[in-house]
């Protein structure tokens, strides 16, 4: 899988040696409560599972993936993860959406934006038409990330791909190449 870099971030996929930050993260109610399956993780072994199926889900050139967001850190190396994005094909569909959380630790810095936004130009540069953010519809922050990298906002919306009869609709953000220059 391809790493992607920026001036302050490593995009890079997650190792087996990440499991435990991995776990913290999903572990934590606050996270869990906005990704698709809310049920915080509670056992080292799900986050070593998930990252070894990142690991073999997505062609090595392709431009899917789940990448570990870890800050660059000037003369120190490889820093610990402070979250993660990815780019994978929406369930029930053909179309491609983003993804992105950070530990609690590590918001208000920009790093999800600028994670997100590199995330989705590689994406595009790929040849992919369009990339969605899809997200409950109260879920504020990740909706003002998509908002300040210039997704899109379409609204909330009967969600075609993960809306149920309990809850139909999402918040729904888009990116194309031309919003992507």
């Known amino acids: ?23 913290e993260m999903r572990a934590n109610p606050e996270i869990a409560k906005w990704l698709g399956s ?3 993780w509670t056992d080292l072994e799900t986050a070593t599972n998930a990252i070894a199926m990142w690991q073999h889900a997505v062609n090595a ?4 993936g789940t990448w570990a967001i870890v800050p660059n850190v000037p003369n120190k190396g490889d820093s610990a993860p402070v979250g993660s994005v990815s780019l994978g094909q929406i369930r029930l569909g053909d179309e491609i959406e ?3 959380y950070l530990h609690p630790g590590a918001v208000g810095r920009g790093w999800a934006a600028e994670a ?7 994406g595009l540069a790929s040849g992919i038409a369009r990339i969605w953010a ?3 519809r109260d879920n504020e922050a990740s909706a003002k990330v998509a908002r300040r990298i210039g997704m899109r906002e379409l609204g909330v919306l009967v969600d075609p791909w993960y809306g149920s009869e309990q809850d139909a609709y999402s918040r729904m953000f888009v990116a194309r190449p031309d919003m992507f220059e």
């Open 1 to 23: 899988m391809t790493i992607l870099q920026t001036e302050r971030l490593t995009l890079r996929p997650w190792a087996p040696d990440d499991a435990e930050i991995l776990l």
């Open 116 to 122: 997100a936004a590199t995330t989705i130009r590689h």
């Open 134 to 136: 899809l997200m409950w």
């Open 38 to 40: 809310p049920e915080p």
């Open 61 to 64: 050139d392709g431009p899917l």
């Open 98 to 100: 983003i993804g992105w």
